[in-house]
């Protein structure tokens, strides 16, 4: 039997259309949006203020499928991950951050990841599949119901003068696994739905797409989406960055600095974030972080500085406090913002580069982490 149309694949325009599609008004479709988004329901029998024969005839055809958490677990700091079943033994996580301002979702766009960074636990698992548009929202959509998130009125403003959603999840990350620009159209939808009144209301300058450095696709999402951008630069020149992201050989330095001075023209922010891995004796000297001054020099940026997370054979360390504490001066002192990212979720393996769930690499490899999920609980 086929599978049903999943109403939580489509971002408004995408829904208004299908709806048109069978000679439904616009209005229809953005009823049933609220409904699946904002309030949460995927039971179209709840959905009082649509018309009795439209509910009828939609839960007939079509269906409201979230992904299933499969585990879920909290962190002594308050950290709380969701394994997600995606299908065919595969799982993705979904990590949510709460700080004092702020509550930030890190999600993920991909079952592994093509890329095979050198320090990332994603990229040795290799790459199984992209995850659907309904897969990437579907991980707001839980949290959000989890964590007890009620929708207030569109328009409304927090302190900050930014829309206040009265949710929860301010922010959200797209910083799990996957590369989210190597699945580019459904991490548009799922973008437009974070964005958009009727579902999420989540700010542009709020909502971040991590990217180790796709240059053309980086340049489509500044025209068709453009939300706040981070770098995954981990390294000052190409030598060492070709070892250390591989796309790197494909999209140099140059291009790639000239891609995020692009992007900035149209970005919601006026900087873009490099986060940048502290590998101990790796990319982790004066003589690094001097060269990172110099490479950034004509793009308005901060730096994020990630102590690596440790896995299993990794082959790498992490830097010692001290010498981080060193390069981010460095760069401090040439008038570059930097923060050093507090590791939270050690406990519960949600840090960077941690978020492993088992992934089958139909591609290249099947590897699987030698620590399973369940040697972690
Ligand atoms: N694919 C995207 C987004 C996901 S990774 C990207 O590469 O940007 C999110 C961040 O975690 C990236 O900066 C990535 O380089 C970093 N990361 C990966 N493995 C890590 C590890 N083991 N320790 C610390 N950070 C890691
Ligand atoms: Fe993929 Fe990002 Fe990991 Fe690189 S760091 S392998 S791009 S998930």
């Not at 003068?161 to 590369?179: A, C, F, L, Q």
């Not at 896995?311 to 010498?323: A, T």
């Amino acid at each position: 039997m086929e599978t049903p149309v999943n109403l939580l694949d489509f971002d408004v325009d995408g829904l208004v259309a299908w709806f048109a599609a069978r000679g439904e008004k616009p209005f229809r479709a953005r009823q049933v949006m609220r409904w699946m988004h904002r309030f949460g329901e995927t039971d179209f029998d709840n959905m009082t203020d649509v018309a009795k024969s439209l509910r009828a005839k939609l839960a007939q055809e079509v269906c409201i499928r979230p992904p299933q958490a499969i585990r879920d677990t909290v962190s002594e700091d308050g950290t709380r991950k969701w394994l997600l079943d995606v299908g065919n033994a595969n799982a993705v996580e979904a990590v949510f951050i709460p700080e004092t301002n702020r509550g930030t979702l890190c999600i993920s766009s991909q079952a592994g990841c093509a890329l095979d960074c050198a320090f990332c636990s994603t990229g040795k698992q290799g790459f199984n599949r992209n995850l659907t548009a309904a897969e990437i929202i579907g991980q707001l959509w839980l949290a959000n119901k989890l964590l007890g998130g009620t929708a207030t009125p569109a328009g409304a403003k927090d302190a900050e003068g930014e829309p206040d959603n009265g949710r929860v999840i301010s922010n959200v990350v797209m910083m799990g696994m996957g590369e989210p620009l190597a699945n580019f159209d459904n991490v548009v939808t799922a973008l437009r739905l974070m964005l958009d009144d009727h579902a999420y209301g989540l700010s542009r300058r709020r909502v971040t797409v991590s990217t180790s450095g796709i240059v053309p696709a980086m340049d489509r999402l500044r025209d068709e989406c453009p939300v706040a951008l981070a770098v995954s630069l981990h390294a000052p020149d190409d030598a060492l960055r070709d070892r250390l992201v591989p796309i790197n050989q494909k999209y140099p330095l140059r291009e790639l600095m000239a891609a995020c001075r692009r992007y900035l023209e149209r970005a919601p922010r006026d900087f873009v974030t490099f986060e940048y891995v502290m590998l101990d004796g790796v990319n982790d000297s004066d003589a690094h972080a001097r060269a990172l001054v110099a490479l950034v020099r004509d793009v308005p940026c901060k730096f994020n500085l990630i102590p690596f997370n440790p896995f299993p054979n990794s082959g790498f360390g992490r830097s010692q406090p001290e010498r981080i504490r060193r390069f981010a001066g460095i760069l401090l002192d040439a008038g570059i913002v930097t923060t050093t990212r507090k590791t939270r979720g050690d406990d519960v393996n949600a840090a960077c580069g941690q978020l492993a769930g088992q992934v089958q690499d139909r591609t290249r490899r099947t590897v699987r982490l030698t620590k399973s999920m369940e040697d972690r609980a």
